[in-house]
DNA sequence: TCCCGCAAGTGGTCAGACCACTCTGCCAGC
DNA sequence: GCTGGCAGAGTGGTCTGACCACTTGCGGGA
């Protein structure tokens, strides 16, 4: 209990937090709350470490704990700089963690249908012309059969992502995010196996209904592409389309029900 | 160009990426593939230095960017161990991102609301008695106008995350939790504003239908209740209930396009 | 038998050193 | 006058070795 207050006489009451948290805590406050813009730059680490008292070590750590959370950028030589805010680190630490928990792509499928057809019915509302123009751009790859798979594949990626973006809602891309990246692999199988014209259907329906202005008929055609989909991989799987014996019979993934 | 490789002779070809990432790298791979449960400890620090040919100095901070991310958790004199992956993390970077960005309550319940409505249609078929049974634990406390505000938000929250756990699939779990960290003040404004009478009411609707095991009726009963708070919540910051003039009159937040 | 205290091992912090890189500004060459 | 290259200052990246504070477990004394 005699602690090292003696030597490290800095806070008269130490509490219990290491100084890398604390110092974390202090460039955070300066980042949001000192009006700090992304690309504007920090103090270098010798200076911050001479403002606050602490040696270069804990706020390299700190500065690094930062980094990891996308906050703040280091260029080896040149500095460290305010990050722009992305949901890019959220996806990360999403994916990593849906990856450890072994998911199965059902259960993935079944939080992604009610998101999907929220979004869909949202762009609906919401969607301009210039994310109509974008939409109309992924559709031009995904049409294109002299494409590559890969092309295919990213076309599909954004034309989600687009609808996304086209509600004006931020929260809904940084929650699809993580999850699409995890799809990706089972998009390659669906857009391999059954060619792409399938998808450039169902993406053409849906992009009708958005340009249109129809909430409902966005909704329900997000629903049957997404349903469809899951079908064809059941189908891959090698397992029969779906459980046609259980109790509910009808619709494969039958739970987010909502016709809503 | 001559580099450092002389001194440095590690890699033969040496990687742009520096150290501290290399080994972030490689621990995250011990963790995710080396078969590493939650509670297992990493070697200790200058064992991981010596066994990887680097400093200390990067292996702290490796481990301090593991940590920041919540996959680990260092301990004093005691060690370092894997944590049991929770959406915490993922919850704090969420709320940092959306105080940056400055996100609107109504872009979280236009999240909230597809997903919840998925969550009690799911739930309803696939609860088991152990579920009722905590859910009907929370609707006790819930319903005791003898408890604090505090327990009352608590139960609430319970009553939402068990139904998550319910649906017997994880990823629902995920995402909702840094959904409903995030809603933890406005929840405390209506329960504390319009009494925990009526989420008891609203929960005792929602828990019957799953207990019947009405995957439809589940879902439009949460429907309503999210909605409901939706209102409630405009009240409270001022605003008219509802901007009935809207070109679709009808249910609040529509598509969640909110009324807007 | 039980409890206390000590020793070993671990994370936390420090100091100072060197390397690799970026940037800027000066100066020589055109 | 303008341009290109070079040098120096400043910055992040890494290393070393030391010490402190803490936890843990074991052994010896009451």
Avoid at 110 to 120: D, F, G, K, N
Avoid at 210 to 234: C, K, W, Y
Wanted: hydrophobic share 40%.
């Amino acid at each position: 209990m005699t602690e090292c207050l003696l030597k490290h006489q800095r806070n008269a009451v130490m509490s219990r937090v290491d100084r890398v948290s604390e110092v974390v805590q202090a460039l955070e406050d300066k980042i949001f709350q000192g009006g700090l813009a992304p690309g504007d730059p920090l103090p270098s680490e010798r200076d911050i470490s001479a403002q606050m008292g602490v040696s270069r070590t804990v706020v390299r750590e700190a500065i690094g704990r930062l980094a990891s959370l996308g906050l703040v950028r280091s260029v080896h030589g040149s500095g460290t700089r305010v990050e722009a805010p992305t949901g890019r680190q959220i996806s990360v630490g999403f994916e990593r963690l849906l990856r450890w928990s072994e998911c199965r792509l059902e259960d993935l499928a079944a939080v992604r249908l009610p998101l999907e057809t929220a979004i869909a019915a949202s762009a609906a509302n919401h969607r301009s012309e210039a994310h109509l123009a974008l939409l109309d751009e992924t559709q031009r790859t995904l049409g294109d059969p002299d494409q590559s798979l890969k092309a295919h594949v990213k076309a599909d990626l954004e034309f989600h992502a687009i609808l996304a973006e086209a509600t004006g809602n931020p929260i809904f891309q940084m929650v699809l995010s993580p999850i699409q990246e995890l799809l990706i692999e089972s998009r390659r199988q669906t857009l391999g196996k059954h060619g792409s014209e399938l998808a450039h259907d169902h993406h053409a329906r849906i992009l009708a209904a958005v340009r249109q202005g129809d909430p409902d008929l966005a909704s329900e055609e997000m629903r049957r592409h997404i349903q469809t989909n899951f079908q064809h991989l059941h189908e891959a799987a090698g397992r029969p389309a779906a459980d046609r014996s259980g109790p509910e019979a009808e619709t494969p993934p039958a739970d987010f029900s909502p016709p809503v």
